[in-house]
């Protein structure tokens, strides 16, 4: 790059650069979506980097297959300079011939006497805090989501309708119980409870979560009439035997 230097710039420095990242478009104009081709290390191999699946590509991949471009009547070469070497079997033939969907619009070059540097180990302290606290709160997530989903056949919702419920609702019904009803379910009240959860625990889960005595509640199972109503059929009693899973499972989860 010598010849293309500013009059000010240092001389004593050699210009040479080496391509370390390939940022590629795939698809068109309408749309399409956005990769990167790195080499993290000074002698490693090229890495894709697309969402969150990273895999190994070779040289070819990032030198030969982001050059855009339209349909070919004759297979390609796929040398653009650089390659000389036909397309082996049938199937590569044919896709020589298809549309190229990947451009690359951004090429990433580091001068070589300072490659070491730039790809030095990354330590720590080199991660903004910001990124680390980040990092943990979506490792901590992912560690609940999963203990979630192995845990699920645990647990179920129980749907309650309150008078406020009652209050907010436009329908003939006490409430609207469709799960599809975003505006009712503003008013509906869902509890996640174990299905082994005797009707005792239920009452004084319910009772805190509303900041009430136990004995100022009563629960009331609700049931689906033939005239496609939901109506309370009769109290739940804190002495009801068994769990809430058997009875819910028998009269609906909604109380």
């Given at each position: 790059?010598?010849?293309?230097?500013?009059?000010?710039?240092?001389?004593?420095?050699?210009?040479?650069?080496?391509?370390?990242?390939?940022?590629?478009?795939?698809?068109?104009?309408?749309?399409?979506?956005?990769?990167?081709?790195?080499?993290?290390?000074?002698?490693?191999?090229?890495?894709?980097?697309?969402?969150?699946?990273?895999?190994?590509?070779?040289?070819?991949?990032?030198?030969?297959?982001?050059?855009?471009?339209?349909?070919?009547?004759?297979?390609?070469?796929?040398?653009?300079?650089?390659?000389?070497?036909?397309?082996?079997?049938?199937?590569?033939?044919?896709?020589?011939?298809?549309?190229?969907?990947?451009?690359?619009?951004?090429?990433?070059?580091?001068?070589?006497?300072?490659?070491?540097?730039?790809?030095?180990?990354?330590?720590?302290?080199?991660?903004?805090?910001?990124?680390?606290?980040?990092?943990?709160?979506?490792?901590?997530?992912?560690?609940?989501?999963?203990?979630?989903?192995?845990?699920?056949?645990?647990?179920?919702?129980?749907?309650?309708?309150?008078?406020?419920?009652?209050?907010?609702?436009?329908?003939?019904?006490?409430?609207s119980l469709d799960v599809n009803?975003?505006?009712?379910?503003?008013?509906?009240?869902?509890?996640?409870?174990?299905?082994?959860?005797?009707?005792?625990?239920?009452y004084e889960h319910i009772a805190?979560?509303?900041?009430?005595?136990?004995?100022?509640?009563?629960?009331?199972?609700?049931?689906?009439?033939?005239?496609?109503?939901?109506?309370?059929?009769?109290?739940?009693?804190?002495?009801?035997?068994?769990?809430?899973?058997?009875?819910?499972?028998?009269?609906?989860?909604?109380?």
């Open positions: 790059m010598t010849d293309f230097l500013a009059e000010s710039a240092d001389k004593s420095i050699r210009y040479n650069y080496k391509l370390h990242g390939v940022l590629v478009h795939s698809g068109d104009v309408h749309g399409g979506h956005y990769f990167g081709m790195i080499k993290p290390e000074k002698s490693s191999k090229w890495y894709r980097y697309d969402d969150e699946r990273v895999i190994p590509v070779s040289l070819r991949e990032v030198l030969e297959e982001n050059y855009g471009g339209g349909l070919s009547d004759q297979p390609s070469t796929a040398t653009n300079g650089l390659f000389s070497i036909p397309p082996q079997t049938r199937q590569a033939r044919q896709a020589a011939t298809w549309k190229r969907m990947t451009s690359a619009y951004m090429l990433v070059y580091l001068r070589e006497d300072v490659i070491d540097e730039l790809l030095a180990p990354i330590t720590r302290e080199d991660v903004p805090v910001h990124v680390i606290k980040m990092v943990e709160e979506e490792r901590v997530e992912m560690v609940r989501r999963r203990k979630e989903q192995e845990e699920m056949h645990l647990y179920m919702s129980v749907r309650c309708i309150d008078v406020e419920t009652f209050q907010n609702n436009d329908g003939l019904d006490l409430g009803d975003k505006e009712a379910g503003r008013w509906l009240h869902s509890y996640r409870v174990r299905r082994d959860m005797t009707w005792a625990a239920l805190e979560q509303n900041h009430l005595p136990r004995d100022h509640i009563r629960l009331w199972n609700m049931v689906n009439r033939q005239n496609k109503t939901v109506r309370p059929d009769a109290p739940v009693s804190v002495d009801t035997q068994g769990s809430t899973s058997l009875y819910l499972a028998l009269f609906g989860d909604s109380c």
